[in-house]
């Protein structure tokens, strides 16, 4: 760890927001205030992200996630229920085993992963690095990302877009087109 | 008179700013950051906050739903377009690559054929995107509430 | 061991986000707040993902120096003199890429593969969340409840044919 970095306590500040924040979602049975919490969670990560370097997926997550996925999930609150009923005691301690199990695996996982920060781990060495190296020759972007994105991997990108549209079409076919006119096209039907 | 007057004065400047601020993430992206996704919901956002604000029958008026499931289709169709017009523009003899923008102009010095491709296909995504979050909006705002409001 | 796990202190705060997306999803039983525990869950790999692509003292993928300037200049340049020789356009790219290899030597940054992957798995994470509150709507609308507890006693009576 860099002892002379200020910005690691603005880390520190970050990831104890988003635990508070996470456990009040658990401790919450409201769903209006679990929504926005989600919101508030999914602001933090982003704040999170632009001092890990990734403005273009702080930017994303601050539109999308803060955005647009609290304004779907209070929608659907709306059309479903207020509130959510108390975890039975079996319930809540068959998941405290299972996320005891999951987590002691994650934590005996940690020594073989990356040392966060460093420029030479297996991580950052290879495919990432070349794109840096490669984009002012070949695609002359100044965005990286954008050039990993649209160019070097368009091909993903396309099957993202494909996946997206393909979202909306099953919303689509569940929910109708949202013409505000099921009322009258259920009396033609009745 | 409406119970939401500063609401409504407020997002009526706010909503041109938003469009505008989307377009530039747009087309700024190539620069910082942004690109499609971003820009797409972030246009989206923008209807959003008039159905909101104006009601779902003032948005259905502004853009109809069936703008936003061509849009969505269009954006898909555009992104694929490049790849196959790519497929065709390469001259005789070199691989034919899908999605290789290098194809679209001879220009291969100042990359010029990749800024294209860039721009085609971050407009693609653009559509789709800010479509697809506007019809997945309609679907879940046409529903009816079978929840009275008193259980709040 | 303690060096160990302070030099990745990051994983520790999002092994236990995760684990608390987890939680919720098994422990409550009401579908809209289910997945509200996966998208924690989700938002914490995302953290995972980006924290791994952080290089100390690095700076956002972004190429922001002369080379950019030096683009625009480029972009003037074709303008005023529409016809150039392919050798010029050459020399000229050839002398952007070393301005900007140059550059690219002292700054440092961050590794920009990861960030491409979670920028297209946020939307869609949006997308499939979207799918997934249909479905719940769809729920509601049939059984008149979001419990699961409830709409498996609905879909036992339902087979068994008694009231209860």
């Known amino acids: 760890m860099m002892d002379n970095d200020l910005t690691q306590y603005l880390d520190y500040a970050l990831i104890a927001m988003l635990l508070a924040v996470g456990f009040a979602i658990v401790r919450l049975r409201n769903l209006f205030a679990v929504v926005m919490l989600t919101g508030v969670y999914s602001l933090l990560s982003a704040a999170w992200f632009v ?83 490669r984009t002012p020759n070949e695609i002359g972007v100044p965005n ?47 | 008179m409406s119970p939401h007057l500063i609401l409504r004065v407020v997002s009526k400047l706010l909503i041109p700013m938003i469009v505008v601020f989307g ?23 923008a209807v959003i906050l008039y159905a909101l604000i104006f009601g779902m029958e003032e948005a259905r008026k502004a853009i109809p739903p069936v703008v936003a499931r061509i849009g969505a ?10 790849g196959v017009a790519t497929l065709f ?64 | 061991m303690l060096d160990i796990l302070i030099e990745r202190f990051n994983y520790i705060p999002i092994i236990i986000l995760m684990m608390t997306g987890l939680y919720v999803i098994i422990a409550t039983g009401n579908l809209v707040k289910r997945l509200v525990g996966l998208s924690l869950f989700q938002t914490s790999v995302f953290l995972l993902y980006i924290t791994i692509g952080k290089v100390f003292g690095g700076q956002p993928p972004i190429l922001v120096d002369s080379g950019h300037g030096e683009d625009a200049g480029h972009g003037a340049e074709t303008a005023a003199h529409g016809a150039e020789t392919a050798a010029g356009y050459g020399a000229d790219a050839a002398h952007y ?37 249909a479905l719940v709507v769809r729920i509601r609308e049939s059984y008149g409840t979001i419990e699961d507890d409830a709409l498996n006693a609905a879909d036992y009576s339902l087979e068994t044919g008694s009231s209860e």
Request: hydrophobic share 50%.
């Open chain 1, 51 to 133: 001092s890990l370097d990734a403005v273009d997926v702080a930017f994303t997550e601050a539109a999308v996630g803060a955005g647009i996925s609290t304004v779907l999930m209070l929608g659907a609150m709306l059309l479903t229920a207020r509130e959510s009923e108390p975890a039975g005691q079996k319930r809540h301690w068959a998941a405290l085993a299972v996320v005891a199990a999951a987590g002691a695996a994650l934590f005996f996982a940690i020594p073989d992963m990356p040392v966060y920060g460093d420029p030479n781990s297996p991580a950052n060495a290879y495919v990432g690095m070349d794109y840096m190296d």
């Open chain 3, 97 to 133: 890429a070393a301005d900007t290899a140059h550059y690219a030597a002292e700054a440092v940054y961050s590794n920009p593969l990861p960030h491409v992957l979670i920028l297209t798995a946020i939307v869609v994470g949006v997308a499939t969340l979207a799918v997934g509150l």
């Open chain 2, 73 to 82: 289709a269009t954006g898909v169709l555009l992104y694929a377009g490049v």
């Open chain 2, 23 to 45: 377009f530039y993430v747009q087309f700024h992206g190539d620069f910082g950051p942004g690109g499609g996704f971003q820009a797409g919901v972030i246009v989206a956002a």
């Open chain 1, 144 to 190: 990286v990302v954008t050039a990993v994105l649209a160019s070097y991997r368009g091909y993903d990108t396309f099957g993202e877009t494909v996946v997206i549209f393909t979202a909306a079409l099953g919303v689509m076919l569940l929910l109708g087109f949202g013409t505000g006119r099921r009322e009258d096209e259920e009396e033609d039907e009745a």
């Open chain 2, 89 to 152: 523009m390469n001259g005789a003899g070199e691989p034919l690559n899908f999605l290789d923008y290098d194809a679209l102009h001879p220009d291969q010095g100042h990359h010029t054929g990749q800024h294209y491709g860039i721009l085609l296909v971050e407009l693609g995504v653009l559509c789709t995107v800010a479509s697809v979050m506007l019809a997945i909006f309609y679907a879940f705002a046409g529903r009816v509430p079978d929840i009275r409001d008193e259980d709040w």
